[in-house]
């Protein structure tokens, strides 16, 4: 069974950096594309980043871009959502996502209207950017 943990959420000031992790379970994260989405409270899930196992390549957001790195680690068959310079308008509830790395993946993933909710999804951790 695909299962997919997130962590590393916390409270942090604008202009500070935290590091996101997700962690799978069941699967091998290189035979996978990982997407890494948001939500913040009353307003529509948000793509922000997505990575192929396969092959390492990576989309951001162009809210993000310059400002998260994603990553993976495949020996600890882990993926990383690097933020640096945060927002407050990067508050959010931050989930990853893993998904059958298949022609066209990376616009499902990254494409606002297209359906995700087939992949599988972690529980989500919350990222506060306030003074």
């Known amino acids: 069974q695909v299962k997919l943990v997130e962590s590393g959420g916390a409270l942090v000031q604008p202009g500070g950096s935290l590091r996101l992790s997700c962690a799978g379970f069941?699967?091998?994260?290189?035979?996978?594309?990982i997407g890494w989405f948001r939500q913040a409270p009353g307003k529509a899930r948000e793509r922000v980043s997505c990575?192929?196992?396969?092959?390492?390549?990576?989309v951001y957001a162009d809210s993000v871009k310059g400002r998260f790195t994603i990553s993976s680690d495949n020996a600890k068959n882990t993926v990383y959502l690097q933020m640096n310079s945060l927002k407050p308008e990067d508050t959010a509830v931050y989930f990853c996502?893993?998904?059958?790395?298949?022609?066209?993946?990376?616009?499902?993933?990254?494409?606002?209207?297209?359906?995700?909710?087939?992949?599988?999804w972690g529980q989500g951790t919350q990222v506060t950017v306030s003074s």
């Open positions: 990575i192929i196992g396969s092959d390492g390549s990576t």
């Open positions: 069941g699967f091998t994260v290189k035979n996978y594309a």
């Open positions: 996502a893993a998904f059958i790395d298949a022609p066209g993946i990376i616009a499902t993933i990254m494409k606002p209207g297209r359906q995700v909710d087939f992949g599988s």
